[in-house]
């Protein structure tokens, strides 16, 4: 490294000072045991952990942030660990989704008040990557991502299960009587056994392919299990990496550009993958300056076949995936018909062909053909109408073909507590061809618009084998859920959006190949309803929780708050000692 490389290096600005501010700088860490010439232009490399005793998807993070130091220290970096909050989906209440973007500000801040030249993200559970992801984004500094893995397949009675969509089809069984208790229990038991995030094609193994496809992640991030010797090893090699973007400073934002979003929006629908992807790109690239939005969703992810067999689309799992070739199989088919933009740049320096250009596919059952798909035009859809004139997604590859052009009575509930009281009444006015609706469930009326849209089908239809039905709601759904469900509707209700306005015995019409939400009531009967609607009380009168429901943008824009979209960079903070 020259030395006009070493001056330019941020960290300088912290460990190059000879006076009482440098002393003061130096010689605290070194108590830890560092010598003199750790100080002297090594790059600083942050490495942001968000292992967390709470968040189990998390909890090899130490053993990889070692990795990670090893390969920092191999290619002459100095190697300094820090912890950020970690969102996990098991045990945060209300929704992790509600402090994804506190945990942005808390990455975007500790990067930007250390002295750190490069930054890697260790991240695995669901929220823990668009929120490492955002916050980065915004200090812009050279960054790489490593995800965690995910956990290896559950094997329940000689069959594979998977985390979150056995969960929901099992539940569904013990309420409708078909498994008994101790059943559920032993499943339980065999369904999580290793560590790692789940292993179906979820929100946070999406999010890991996203990784990947946007070239944040080295290739094969996306499906290394977390028990596998290789997430180690790639753990190693990106603590080598990013000390070298450092000394070529590849910044985020010559990695994030349209190109690269594009590239992920056509994975997302190769792959199946969540959509709670959708609102996390869009925030992702609202940090980025970039404009991406949902028509380039549907744009783009339209005419995609899905390609990938795993839950809760299919039948195999992400250990399965791996084996199969990963997530460069699926990005060279994508290449090979067009539908790559082969020049956008990743972390290593290459374009993304380049990766993956020769990336074989071992096993066709998988990962298959673009000629025979897995489920042909599947990408995820974003619909339109009076009831969703902002959009909606739905998930095309894990909903029912029957249902997909369906017109029904709505049945509606104005909160998930009301949904809770009266799911399962004998009463309930229900049958299967009815269309169920869930209110006040959006980014503000439920902040974090919690995973619920998939709402848990009535006991009654249930016992007589009803499996799906149509669901409509402004919230979201886990990544391993599955059905004819509706999700994201904008503007919420709790917002004033149509959807507040419907009543039970109204007709909806979802027509998924016109991409259309259309509620049968004409004008003058809505203006009449939103004259008499009142807006939901406040959730919240202090904290962060009032910060979030104050600032926060509607699911279309990325539910990002509103004074945090943008990139502002990482100068050094003025030093006034």
């Avoid at 399965?320 to 020049?343: C, I, M, S």
């Avoid at 096993?363 to 599947?378: G, L, M, Q, R």
Wanted: charged fraction near 20%; charge should be negative.
């Amino acid at each position: 490294m020259t030395e006009d490389r070493k001056r330019s290096l941020r960290s300088q600005a912290w460990f190059a000072r000879q006076d009482k501010m440098g002393f003061y700088y130096r010689s605290f860490l070194k108590n830890s045991g560092f010598p003199q010439d750790q100080f002297e232009g090594r790059p600083v490399i942050g490495i942001c952990n968000t292992w967390s005793e709470l968040n189990p998807c998390n909890s090899h993070f130490r053993t990889i942030a070692e990795h990670v130091r090893y390969g920092v220290l191999d290619a002459g970096g100095f190697p300094l660990e820090f912890p950020v909050s970690s969102l996990g989906e098991v045990t945060m209440r209300p929704t992790a989704m509600l402090f994804r973007n506190l945990a942005a500000m808390d990455v975007e801040e500790a990067i930007r008040a250390h002295p750190l030249d490069g930054v890697v993200l260790l991240m695995g559970c669901d929220k823990t990557t668009p929120a490492l992801l955002m916050g980065a984004t915004s200090a812009d500094l050279p960054t790489i991502g490593v995800s965690g893995g995910p956990q290896l397949r559950g094997v329940y009675r000689g069959k594979s299960i998977g985390s979150g969509t056995n969960i929901i089809s099992m539940s569904e069984q013990l309420r409708a009587g078909e498994v008994t208790l101790q059943e559920f229990h032993e499943a339980e038991g065999a369904m999580n056994r290793s560590h790692g995030h789940c292993m179906t094609m979820g929100t946070a193994s999406t999010m890991a392919s996203m990784v990947e496809a946007l070239g944040v992640g080295l290739p094969e991030n996306a499906a290394i299990p977390a028990t596998d010797a290789r997430r180690n090893h790639l753990a190693r090699m990106a603590g080598r990496r990013i000390v070298d973007m450092v000394r070529e400073d590849l910044v985020l934002s010559k990695i994030l550009t349209h190109q690269a979003f594009e590239n992920a929006i056509r994975t997302l629908a190769a792959i199946g993958g969540s959509t709670n992807a959708v609102v996390h790109l869009l925030a992702i690239a609202g940090r980025a300056g970039v404009d991406l939005t949902l028509d380039d969703f549907d744009r783009l992810g339209r005419d995609i076949h899905c390609l990938v067999d795993l839950m809760p689309s299919g039948q195999f799992l992400m250990e399965d995936f791996y084996y199969a070739g990963g997530l460069p199989a699926v990005l060279r088919t994508l290449g090979e018909r067009g539908l790559l933009n082969k020049g956008a740049l990743t972390v290593n320096g290459q374009p993304i062909w380049e990766n993956v250009r020769e990336a074989p596919c071992w096993n066709s059952a998988v990962i298959t053909p673009f000629e025979e798909p897995f489920k042909p035009d599947a990408g995820i859809a974003i619909l339109r109408g009076n009831l969703a004139p902002n959009g909606a997604v739905i998930k095309p590859s894990a909903a029912s073909p029957e249902l997909m052009n369906h017109t029904g009575r709505a049945v509606v509930f104005e909160t998930i507590e009301e949904l809770h009281e009266r799911i399962d009444d004998e009463d309930l006015d229900i049958d299967e061809t009815c269309i169920m609706v869930l209110k006040n469930c959006g980014p503000k009326g439920y902040p974090g618009m919690a995973e619920v849209g998939n709402m848990p089908l009535p006991q009654k239809l249930l016992r007589k084998g009803v499996r799906d039905m149509v669901r409509i709601s402004d919230a979201r759904m886990s990544g391993t859920a599955y059905g004819t469900v509706v999700l994201h509707v904008a503007p919420e209700a709790a917002a004033g959006g149509p959807l507040a306005l419907v009543q039970s015995g109204d007709l909806i019409t979802l027509n998924v190949q016109e991409r259309s939400l259309h509620l049968h009531v004409d004008a003058a009967e809505l203006e009449h309803r939103r004259a008499a609607w009142m807006p939901p009380t406040p959730h919240a009168e202090r904290g962060y929780a009032k910060l979030y429901v104050d600032h926060v943008l509607q699911a279309d824009k990325g539910a990002d708050l509103d004074f945090l979209v943008g990139r502002t960079g990482s100068p050094v903070p003025r030093d006034n000692h």
